[in-house]
Structure formats: structure tokens, C-alpha cells
């Protein structure tokens, strides 16, 4: 009688026991997306751009100067600009002048340093005079890159003979001779200048001749 209480108030007890279900909550892991810093481009060409020395004249006289262009063409597909440093060397008695050309530290050197962007084109005209006849030979050398990548230079050189026939008539003045020298006229048209001029004169002084005054004497 003592022992089914007990067992009696066991069965109540677990009949009231509840279940209960403990629900995890799941964790997010925010991962943070890393934003790769992009290389930088290397500058350089995608095609070939064009830089060339070609002689024009090679003959020096009293109306002419010697002349070289330097001729430079960026194609538009590149997105780097074109850099080239060209430098000229003469003998003595030669005297070199172009847009942007500066005389160098060396006796008988010039050098000048251009640009061209994408899509455009240069070109330098150098003029060469001399101070006395005879045959010379100047040299060109240079050396063109793409942006600041010096690095990734070509070269470009000329050596070209001149013939002097007759020295310049201002081998110290950088303006072109073709354009402001001293050029003689030949002696034809000096001889037709003179005549038209005393043709003029004579024409002129028949015209202020007064005319003849006719006197009629009337006889009674």
C-alpha cells in the first residue's frame, strides 16, 4: 500500500513533462567581396607608328638651302603619344636650323625633342646652310618610344651628303633662304625694267609738251 503512491506519483510526473525543441538559428557569414586592384597598362604601341629622315634638297646655293624633313606619323589605333629625340651633327661651316631644334652642348650638334598623339601627324623641315663650297655629309640620329616607357626605344639614322655650290648668303640666319635670302635677278630683266622706266618718262613729258599756238595775220 506504501509503495503505489510512489510509483503513482512517478507516472503523473512524467506524464507532465513537455517536450520542447530548441530551434538553432543558422549563422550568415558575410564575406566581404576583395576588389582587385586593376594593373596598370604598359604603354606601348599596338601598331608600329611611322618616323622617317628623308632628304628634299641636297643642293646648297645662294637661293636655296639644303633641306631634311623629319617626318613622324602616330597611328590612331595606339592610345600612348610618340616621343622622339633626334639629334643633328654637322662639320664646321655647317649651321643647322627647324622648329624645335636648340643648339646642343657639343660644337657642331643640335638636337630637339618632339611629340605627336594618337591619330596625328609632324613634320619638321631642316634647313642646312653653309659658309663655303664644296661636299659635306651630315649625320642624323635618333631614338623614338612610346608615352615614358623609354625603355622600349628604336632607332632611326641618316647620313646624307650635301653639295655646296655656292656658300649661303646668311649662314647665320635661321630664317629659310628660299623665303627671305638674297636672290639676283638676271640681267634680262634688269634691261627690260630700264627701258619700260625711260619709255614712261618719255611718254609723260610728250604729254605736259603744251600745244602749238597758230597765229592768223588778216591782210586789208
Given at each position: 500500500?506504501?509503495?503505489?503512491?510512489?510509483?503513482?506519483q512517478?507516472?503523473?510526473?512524467?506524464?507532465?513533462?513537455?517536450?520542447?525543441?530548441?530551434?538553432?538559428?543558422?549563422?550568415i557569414?558575410?564575406?566581404?567581396?576583395?576588389?582587385a586592384?586593376?594593373?596598370?597598362t604598359e604603354?606601348k604601341f599596338?601598331t608600329g607608328?611611322?618616323?622617317?629622315?628623308?632628304?628634299?634638297?641636297?643642293?646648297i646655293?645662294?637661293s636655296?638651302?639644303?633641306?631634311v624633313?623629319?617626318y613622324?606619323?602616330n597611328?590612331?589605333?595606339n592610345?600612348?603619344?610618340?616621343?622622339?629625340d633626334v639629334?643633328?651633327?654637322?662639320?664646321?661651316?655647317?649651321?643647322v636650323y627647324?622648329?624645335g631644334?636648340?643648339?646642343g652642348?657639343a660644337?657642331?650638334t643640335?638636337?630637339g625633342?618632339?611629340?605627336v598623339?594618337?591619330?596625328?601627324?609632324r613634320?619638321?623641315?631642316?634647313?642646312i646652310?653653309?659658309e663655303?663650297?664644296?661636299?659635306v655629309?651630315v649625320h642624323?640620329a635618333?631614338?623614338?618610344?612610346?608615352?615614358?616607357?623609354?625603355?622600349?626605344f628604336?632607332?632611326i639614322?641618316l647620313?646624307?651628303?650635301?653639295?655646296?655650290?655656292?656658300?649661303?648668303?646668311?649662314?647665320?640666319d635661321?630664317?629659310?633662304?628660299a623665303?627671305g635670302?638674297?636672290k639676283e635677278?638676271?640681267?634680262?630683266?634688269?634691261?627690260?625694267?630700264?627701258?619700260?622706266?625711260?619709255?614712261?618718262?618719255?611718254i609723260?613729258m610728250?604729254?605736259?609738251?603744251p600745244?602749238?599756238?597758230?597765229?592768223?595775220?588778216?591782210?586789208?
Amino acid at each position: 500500500m506504501v509503495v503505489m503512491p510512489a510509483i503513482a506519483q512517478e507516472n503523473d510526473t512524467a506524464a507532465n513533462v513537455t517536450n520542447v525543441t530548441v530551434t538553432a538559428t543558422p549563422v550568415i557569414e558575410q564575406i566581404a567581396a576583395e576588389t582587385a586592384t586593376p594593373a596598370p597598362t604598359e604603354a606601348k604601341f599596338r601598331t608600329g607608328p611611322t618616323v622617317t629622315l628623308r632628304p628634299v634638297n641636297d643642293v646648297i646655293d645662294k637661293s636655296q638651302d639644303g633641306l631634311v624633313e623629319l617626318y613622324m606619323y602616330n597611328p590612331s589605333v595606339n592610345d600612348v603619344t610618340l616621343t622622339a629625340d633626334v639629334q643633328v651633327g654637322v662639320p664646321s661651316g655647317i649651321h643647322v636650323y627647324g622648329a624645335g631644334f636648340g643648339s646642343g652642348g657639343a660644337a657642331g650638334t643640335v638636337a630637339g625633342t618632339f611629340t605627336v598623339p594618337p591619330g596625328a601627324t609632324r613634320t619638321i623641315k631642316i634647313n642646312i646652310k653653309a659658309e663655303r663650297a664644296g661636299t659635306v655629309t651630315v649625320h642624323f640620329a635618333g631614338l623614338y618610344w612610346p608615352g615614358d616607357d623609354k625603355d622600349a626605344f628604336q632607332q632611326i639614322s641618316l647620313t646624307h651628303p650635301l653639295t655646296v655650290s655656292e656658300p649661303s648668303p646668311n649662314p647665320t640666319d635661321p630664317k629659310p633662304t628660299a623665303e627671305g635670302g638674297m636672290k639676283e635677278l638676271p640681267y634680262t630683266y634688269i634691261i627690260v625694267g630700264c627701258l619700260a622706266v625711260i619709255a614712261i618718262v618719255f611718254i609723260a613729258m610728250m604729254l605736259r609738251k603744251p600745244p602749238k599756238t597758230e597765229v592768223v595775220i588778216e591782210e586789208e
